[in-house]
């Protein structure tokens, strides 16, 4: 375990993990990108030379509570 802390109860320990992106031509896990999201003629993201980082998810064990990180790659 980890001494990450759980925001939500307190709880020190959080099981570590990761948000899945099960869409098309996904990698499979979501990543974070810089900016607020703008949408393209199509309704897709646009997010073309925007920074991406990779988004590390810990779970609190006790009330459920997920803490986000973004880190590069
Ligand atoms: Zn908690």
Redesign the pocket.
Known sequence: MNQIK?T??G?IGLEPGFIEDAGQGAYGYARWIAGPLERGIFGGAKRLGRPRLRIDSFR?P??G?LELFAQPE
Do not use: A
């Open positions: 759980c939500q109860c709880t609190c006790h009330c509570h």
